[in-house]
């Protein structure tokens, strides 16, 4: 069946470190890549998405290439700051189905 | 718009009582979806609805979890009778188009759940 592997957390960074959260997936089918951010007490909310291969989805500074080679949607972001703290999800989603999540990275970034 | 509500934010209750979480979803979403989020499990899709009908439920863990959507614009999870094995965060989700058609979920902030 479908399915996302993410690194597991937490990861820890200094502010203005860079940022890199892997994220590998399997499918049947030709999904769609996503990034969904969940932060403290909150609910969680789409980052950004990509739709075919090699296309880049991008939002907040946070990037995500979609790459079909290595099965891969690893999530980056040049320099981080102490409000980016929160649980990252990675998530697929292939037609007539539903979205299939990873299991969340979280990140803590410390002045 | 509200955004998607849930209520309540927390509730504590005692084993083998019955809990009952409540969502609304954003005005003219056509799909709702209730998941389960604890540490080692992570996010888990319990039931979804088209259109208020209930599509899958094969993620319900057990003949005590049930959901209804009498209406577009509410939705119940209830737990009958509750097990300590249940606290976890539920959240509900709903999305504009159907499921299956590569929807955007908006979530709501979740309902803590712990059952003693």
């Known amino acids: 069946g479908d399915s996302v592997t993410q690194m597991e957390g937490p990861v820890t960074l200094s502010e203005e470190a860079f940022l890199t959260i892997n994220c590998t997936y399997t499918?049947?089918?030709?999904?769609?890549l996503f990034w969904y951010v969940q932060y403290p007490g909150e609910g969680l909310q789409l980052l950004l998405k990509?739709?075919?291969?090699?296309d880049k989805g991008s939002n907040k500074g946070f990037e995500a290439t979609y790459r079909k080679e290595t099965t891969s949607f690893h999530l980056e972001k040049g320099s981080v700051q102490v409000s980016d703290s929160a649980v990252y999800f990675c998530?697929?989603?292939?037609?007539?189905?539903?979205?299939?999540f990873g299991k969340g990275t979280m990140l803590l970034v410390s002045p | 718009d509200a955004g998607v509500i849930q209520s309540p934010r927390h509730e504590v209750t005692e084993m083998g009582q019955e809990v009952t979480l409540r969502c609304k979803p954003i005005s003219g979403h056509n799909s709702l979806f209730w998941y389960r989020q604890t540490m080692m499990r992570g996010l888990e899709l319990l039931i979804y609805f088209n259109n208020n009908v209930p599509i899958d439920d094969s993620g319900m863990p057990e003949d005590r979890f049930s959901a209804k959507m009498p209406n577009a614009s509410f939705s119940t999870l209830k737990i009958q009778p509750s097990e300590p094995r249940d606290s976890a965060v539920y959240f509900c989700?709903?999305?504009?188009?159907?499921?299956?058609?590569?929807?955007?979920?908006?979530f709501g902030s979740g309902t803590q759940l712990s059952v003693l």
């Open positions: 989700a709903s999305s504009l188009r159907p499921a299956g058609t590569n929807e955007k979920l908006f």
């Open positions: 499918a049947t089918g030709y999904p769609s």
């Open positions: 998530a697929l989603f292939v037609g007539y189905s539903t979205l299939t």
């Open positions: 990509a739709t075919k291969a090699d």
